[in-house]
């Protein structure tokens, strides 16, 4: 009987121990309210920075300029604005549809065809390497984009045109 008292003692000593010492590594474990704050804002930090640096390094989200030439550009941006004003001051403006054989661009009615010069750009704000830049080459008032050499979707159209030594400018954002 001594025997097994001294047994059931060493048991319930062991287990005591083990209480005391789970204790002791709960105590050293826990978090605190700062510490918790602070490991959030390290997590927080680390996530920013792995998006900014992923962001910048992947090819597939290059972030180019929409002009090459951009501050020659901001130069000549008067310059678009009068031509704007002109263009707007018209009884009648350029007008657009999309047909079967691709984008026409009327010009106004009112107007000698053969006296209307300029230029079409055709620019892509998702894919640089569409973009192109036509002259003005009318037939009936109407210029024809072939549909070839467009994608739907998305394009920003800009005509600089002159008529009789007057320049006249036309911007639209349209969905072909």
């Given at each position: 009987?001594?025997?097994?008292k001294?047994?059931?003692?060493?048991?319930?000593?062991?287990?005591?121990?083990?209480?005391?010492?789970?204790?002791?590594?709960?105590k050293?474990?826990?978090?605190?309210?700062?510490?918790?704050?602070?490991?959030?804002?390290?997590?927080?930090?680390?996530?920013?920075?792995?998006?900014?640096?992923?962001?910048?390094t992947?090819?597939?989200?290059?972030?180019s300029?929409?002009t090459?030439?951009?501050?020659?550009?901001?130069?000549e941006?008067?310059?678009?604005i009068d031509?704007?004003?002109?263009a707007?001051?018209l009884?009648?403006?350029?007008?657009?549809?999309?047909?079967?054989?691709?984008?026409?661009?009327?010009?106004?009615?009112?107007?000698?065809?053969?006296?209307?010069?300029?230029?079409v750009?055709?620019y892509?704000?998702?894919?640089?390497?569409?973009?192109?830049?036509?002259a003005?080459?009318?037939?009936?008032?109407?210029?024809?984009?072939?549909d070839?050499?467009?994608?739907?979707?998305?394009?920003?159209?800009?005509?600089?045109?002159?008529y009789?030594?007057?320049?006249y400018?036309?911007?639209?954002e349209?969905?072909?």
């Amino acid at each position: 009987m001594g025997m097994r008292k001294g047994n059931a003692q060493q048991i319930i000593n062991n287990e005591i121990l083990k209480q005391v010492q789970d204790d002791q590594i709960n105590k050293d474990m826990k978090l605190n309210w700062g510490t918790g704050i602070v490991l959030a804002f390290i997590g927080f930090i680390s996530f920013i920075l792995y998006f900014v640096v992923h962001m910048n390094t992947t090819k597939k989200y290059d972030t180019s300029l929409v002009t090459e030439n951009y501050y020659k550009a901001e130069l000549e941006y008067q310059n678009d604005i009068d031509k704007e004003t002109n263009a707007k001051n018209l009884v009648s403006n350029i007008s657009w549809k999309r047909s079967d054989t691709g984008l026409e661009i009327t010009f106004p009615l009112s107007m000698n065809e053969k006296d209307i010069t300029g230029k079409v750009f055709l620019y892509r704000p998702s894919n640089e390497h569409v973009d192109f830049e036509t002259a003005i080459s009318l037939s009936h008032h109407t210029l024809l984009i072939p549909d070839k050499r467009l994608l739907d979707g998305r394009w920003n159209i800009k005509v600089d045109w002159q008529y009789k030594g007057k320049s006249y400018l036309y911007k639209k954002e349209i969905v072909y």
